[in-house]
């Protein structure tokens, strides 16, 4: 497994990410890492992070998870054909499948496979589990932003 | 538009989710009310949630919206349905397609709509918006947990 995270490769000014960026003091700061031909993460949501029941993570969690650290898969991937510095990616779809409520207050692992890369398009799978158990699974199309143009293609401003 | 919005008609034991339970303190506390054959959300992100653009709404919060907005969709429309009390809904699936970069700081409305029913399971379609614009859209599986088991099926406990 690498020692830096994924995400402290990112620019600054793609480092703001409530699920992962690294200058974001006010959120969850997720680390990804590579992992051979995979990528792992790892991530103890706290009591607050509840769902319906008290003792099970929410689902936007779980979303969350799988997001971020798809965009890091997407990342690393990419670096690894290309040279330095790399903008970030953009999530163009997200599909998850819940298995079986997930556990809070345990260390879950995320892991994120590439599955196709073509042309700025990265499809990752990913898998949510917990002490061996698979939990949730998924898939993210990730969108390479061209390097000028920081998601702001249709005339959006902040 | 309901006066009351869904989540505060569910019972105290599942009203503790991060994204839409009255009964935690930390989590976001949306509220989701019938309009007419629809349901509605509307939910103004701040700062912090940003993306890795400061300015634009980061994916797991969308994610989260929908989630939390789509099961009490398939929760109102079930109640229409059935005496209450009613058990609450989890996500068997989620599927998001993001058109554009989501801005923030500015009031977001999610639509859902349900699209089938069979037996305990409800699909419930998606939108999100901003000032007429649409940003993302998608599908969700709910499946109404029956009244005795609260997601314990299969035997893990917190």
Chains 1, 2 share one sequence.
Not at 39 to 49: A, D, N, Q, R
């Amino acid at each position: 497994m690498t020692e830096k995270p994924i995400q402290h490769h990112y620019a600054d000014e793609y480092a703001h990410c409530y699920g992962c960026g690294r200058l974001n003091d006010h959120g969850l700061q997720i680390k990804s890492y590579v992992d051979g031909d995979e990528t792992v993460c790892h991530f103890t949501p706290g009591h607050k992070y509840s769902g319906g029941f008290p003792g099970f993570l929410y689902g936007g969690m779980i979303a969350s998870l799988m997001d971020c650290h798809g965009a890091a898969t997407a990342w690393a991937a990419m670096a690894g054909m290309e040279p330095l510095p790399l903008s970030r990616f953009v999530t163009a779809s997200l599909k998850i499948d819940y298995r079986a409520p997930t556990p809070i207050n345990i260390e879950i692992e995320i892991r994120g496979k590439v599955s196709q890369i073509k042309g700025l398009k990265v499809v990752v799978d990913l898998t949510l589990s917990a002490g061996g158990k698979l939990y949730a699974e998924g898939s993210a199309v990730m969108v390479q932003i061209p390097i000028d143009k920081k998601g702001r293609e249709d005339g959006d401003k902040p």
